[in-house]
């Protein structure tokens, strides 16, 4: 079965860092293009990030850019997401979505999501 | 940006009923490259249509896409119980990899 475990989300400061881990079981890894979205509270879906099966091919959304780092080790399975400087806005579910190939491709599966709370 | 516009922005329906739900862009898709997500409530998303007609694994024929350069839709003939949700469109050819507002699909 295809699935992804996101963790490492929590509350933090304003200003403050977190690294969100995806746990990656049922496929293989290396073959996919991986991404990062985000939903905050009562809101719709924001896409966040993308990196290819190779981490040859990197995009940032630009409410992240320059803050937020995503990347991959693919003997690990694991996807990650280094956020720095992190805003009150940033506050969201964080799920981890698998590209349906490399390249790019819609998102599916999806895993349960990690809750972010960037507060005081 | 590829912005994408969502309508309505609710539709109340009974079962049983035909839904279509409508997604706008503000520049032309390839139509290779635009998806339809479901969001059940506590929920991830998941992918029902992607390259704007076809149906991902396990969708059942009740859905279907259609639509092409600006303008595409996503039907659902019949609505079950477990189809009040709500729904995304997606466009994933272009970074940003924009998604519509949503329709919220609820019991009438």
């Known amino acids: 079965e295809v699935q992804l475990v996101e963790s490492g989300g929590g509350l933090v400061q304003p200003g403050g860092s977190l690294r969100l881990s995806c746990a990656a079981s049922g496929f293989t890894f290396s073959s996919y293009s991986m991404n990062w979205v985000r939903q905050a509270p009562g809101k719709g879906l924001e896409w966040v990030a993308y990196i290819s099966s190779g981490s040859t091919i990197i995009y940032y959304a630009d409410s992240v850019k320059g803050r937020f780092t995503i990347s991959r080790d693919n003997a690990y399975n694991s996807l990650y997401l280094q956020m720095n400087s992190l805003r009150a806005e940033d506050t969201a579910v964080y799920y981890c979505a698998r590209g349906i190939g490399n390249g790019r491709n819609p998102f599916d599966p999806w895993g349960q999501g990690t809750l972010v709370t960037v507060s005081s | 940006e590829i912005v994408l516009t969502q309508s309505p922005g609710t539709l109340s329906l009974s079962p049983g009923e035909r839904a279509t739900l409508s997604c706008r862009a503000s520049q032309s898709v390839s139509s290779s490259y635009l998806a339809w997500y479901r969001q059940k409530p506590g929920q991830a998303p998941r992918l029902l249509i992607y390259?704007?007609?076809s149906r991902a694994t396990g969708i059942p024929d009740r859905f279907s896409g259609s639509g092409s350069g600006t303008d595409f839709t996503l039907t659902i003939s019949r609505l079950e119980p477990e189809d009040f949700a709500v729904y995304y469109c997606q466009q994933y050819g272009i970074s940003p990899f924009t998604f519509g507002q949503g329709t919220k699909v609820e019991i009438k």
């Open positions: 390259g704007a007609s």
